[in-house]
Structure formats: C-alpha cells, structure tokens
C-alpha cells in the first residue's frame, strides 16, 4: 500500500508560523510521526507552496499508483478549484486533513472546495489528525 502525505503553503513553517494555532513540532517531527505509524505502509511525503506543485503531485500520484493520500491543503483549501479538479480527476481516495479547527476560524476558512472530492475531512487534532487519517486509509484500503 502506497499513500502520499501532500501538504500545502507553509506547513514547513510548523513549529515557527504562529505556534498558538498549530503547535511547536516541526514538519520533521510530523514525518517522523506519520513513518512510525505507518506500519507495513509506503509513505511519501511532498509539501509545495505552490498550487500547480500540488496539482502536478497528484497526478503524477495517480501515474505512479498510489493508493491514497492525505492532504492539508492549506490555504488553497479555500480558494484551489484546480487542486479539486485534479482530485476528481484522479478518484485517488483522499483525506482531508487540518492542524488546527478551521470551522472555529476566519470565516473565509469555512469554505473547502477539496472537501467534495475526499472520503474524510479531519479537522483540530493537530499532528495526530494525521494519524487518524493514516489509520483511515489504511482500513479504507484493505
């Protein structure tokens, strides 16, 4: 089994971008997390701060036959119709996933256009939220 941890602008900030909303760890320390749960699991990890990076990654995930993929979208979460076409284009299943509780948040965060094309959308659990989704996948996949 194959799945493809995607993640958007600034999560490589993590642990310096506003550490009250999303937590002192590191994008390292989520890899780290994310490989030692990922039991049996080939996992691949690519984060962009660019919107057509994202959308080349999942087609090339597609290509590539990965399973599946957990994706923090980020800010394109909101305002990427691209990323969710390339998402319904591909039928890989997906899920959503979120550090902090964006439904508590700026009001222009209640919109994820991604949403329509995931299986689950994890939100406010922080790192471990991408551990859930792993633990989703996985069982989703079997």
């Known amino acids: 089994m194959k799945i493809l ?3 958007g602008p600034n999560i490589n ?3 310096i971008r506003e550490p009250n909303i999303y937590g002192r760890e590191t994008y390292k320390d989520l890899q780290n997390l994310i490989l030692e749960n990922a039991q049996g699991v080939e996992i691949e990890f690519f984060q962009s701060n660019h919107e057509g990076d994202l959308v080349d990654k999942i087609q090339e995930a597609f290509f590539k036959g990965i399973d599946g993929i957990i994706f923090n979208p980020a800010a394109y979460t909101h305002t990427s119709i691209a990323i969710l076409d390339a998402l319904k284009a591909t039928k890989i299943p997906c899920v959503e996933v979120h550090i902090s509780k964006v439904e508590e948040r700026d009001a222009f965060r209640q ?9 689950k959308t ?3 659990e922080g790192l471990s939220g991408y551990v859930m989704a792993l633990e989703f996948l ?5």
Not at 111 to 119: G, H, Q
């Open 111 to 119: 919109i994820s256009y991604v949403r329509e094309a995931c299986l």
């Open 5 to 7: 941890v995607l993640n």
């Open 13 to 15: 900030m993590l642990g």
């Open 122 to 124: 994890i939100t406010g």
């Open 138 to 142: 996985k069982e989703y996949l079997k």
